[in-house]
């Protein structure tokens, strides 16, 4: 897979893979761009109400392009490959930050890390977006693509109803036995982690997010049951990282009972 390294150049790209796929896309707002508008995109392929929601989210950080380009991968095999998706309402937000993706850095342009901004009383316009956009509805699930520069293989969290209904170890294992790195260190990042999976089955929300909290947080507190989100080693290839993000999906989505 060629890596696209403009915001613009990939959106167009996910526009044209969302109509060949069946997927309607939404501006959720634009933010401004040296003079430009950037769309802030939400793609959805929707089924019959009451099946359960998914919602999955990319490149809120900008130096980690593997998600972005798992979600080019997805729509372009969707219409063939993806039959674990017929259960349930999709939606996709592939890129959440195009100004850092633009600059290669983590945060936005203004030197703000989207990622904890959350249900802050004055969030930055694109977190504001997708606030306004998600307070409409709850997901059942919600699966964030990111990549850590320190690790040198995949690990995931997650936060789930019970340890036994947990996914995390199936992920790994479907990762480890398809010959992909895993990151067995027994801490990452500061936190307790178990053969590559960093788990919580229930977590004490911040009263209020003064300061903002992760994505993944905000929507549990919107009512998702499961978050998800996967690390992958940016010291590996582009194509071998996007393999790694879509047989985590692949994986979570075979063994997901509402
Ligand atoms: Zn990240």
Redesign the pocket.
């Known amino acids: 897979m060629k890596e696209i390294f403009e915001s613009r150049h990939f959106l167009d790209n996910v526009l044209k893979m969302a109509a060949t796929s069946g997927f309607r896309p939404r501006v959720l707002g634009e933010i401004d761009m040296e003079g430009t508008k950037v769309p802030i995109l939400s793609l959805s392929r929707k089924i019959n109400r009451q099946a359960p929601r998914i919602l999955i989210s990319a490149g809120?950080?900008g130096d980690?392009p593997a998600g972005p380009h798992a979600i080019l991968s997805l729509l372009e095999s969707f219409p063939d490959d993806w039959p674990e998706f017929k259960c349930c309402h999709v939606e996709i937000v592939p890129l959440i930050n195009p100004s850092g993706f633009d600059l290669r850095q983590?945060a936005n342009r203004e030197g703000m890390d989207l990622?904890r901004a959350f249900g802050s009383p004055a969030p930055p316009p694109e977190i504001r977006f997708l606030m306004n956009d998600f307070r409409r509805r709850a997901v059942d699930l919600f699966v964030d693509l990111?990549?850590?520069v320190d690790t040198p293989g995949f690990y995931l969290y997650e936060l789930a109803p019970s340890e036994d209904k947990a996914f995390g170890s199936l992920i790994i294992s479907a990762l480890r036995k398809a010959g992909h790195p895993i990151n067995e260190a027994p801490v990452i990042e500061g936190m307790a982690a178990r053969d590559g999976l960093i788990l919580r089955t229930s977590r004490p929300f911040p009263r209020h997010f003064r300061k903002g909290a992760p994505q993944g947080l905000y929507l549990k507190k919107l009512g998702a049951r499961r978050t998800l989100t996967f690390?992958t080693p940016p010291g590996r290839l582009l194509d071998e990282r996007v393999a790694m993000h879509l047989l985590s999906l692949r994986t979570v989505l075979s063994n997901w009972v509402r």
Do not use: Q, W, Y
């Open positions: 809120i950080h980690e983590r990622n990111h990549e850590d690390e």
